[in-house]
């Protein structure tokens, strides 16, 4: 099983059908992380 995890917050986004054991890194729909640093 291949799992997709937030290159911002690392939390996991979903996880999809895959033979071996993976991971994918994409950003979660509402991450503050980007928003956060911008504010700061
Ligand atoms: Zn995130």
Known sequence: MGTIV???C???ISHFE???VS??????M???CNKT???Q
């Open 10 to 12: 690392n939390s996991t």
């Open 18 to 20: 895959d033979e071996k």
């Open 23 to 28: 991971k994918l890194y994409g950003r979660c």
């Open 37 to 39: 640093e911008l504010e």
């Open 30 to 32: 509402d991450c503050d």
């Open 6 to 8: 937030c290159q911002d």
